[in-house]
């Protein structure tokens, strides 16, 4: 159940876009926000500063971002491979270094 969860709307922008895409883009982003950031996740949704696109965004990274700070790492996110997003940790001290 998703009753403490909220989503915000910052300013107002008109895109051209086909409606079952886009409709089925907002869903899995906020099917994924609650799956991964608990029931009370906030979603925003806004345009960019440039007026070129939107933004999606929930505070669910928070978390892994203040793990990330208390450890000293840095945190990319970038497209992955096959589709999604891919989190990269770095600057970590690596103990026992096994690479696939």
Excluded: K
Aim: glycine content about 10%; charged content about 30%.
């Amino acid at each position: 159940m998703t009753t403490d969860s909220s989503l915000r709307v910052d300013g107002e922008l008109t895109i051209r876009a086909a409606p079952d895409r886009l409709r089925r883009l907002f869903e899995n982003r906020f099917r994924n926000a609650v799956e991964h950031g608990g029931d009370e996740v906030a979603v925003r949704i806004g345009a960019l500063g440039d007026g070129r696109g939107f933004y999606v965004e929930d505070d669910g990274l928070a978390i892994a971002a203040s793990v990330v700070r208390a450890h000293d790492w840095q945190i990319a996110i970038t497209d992955a491979e096959e589709g999604g997003t891919r989190f990269e940790i770095s600057d970590v001290v690596v103990l026992d270094p096994v690479l696939n």
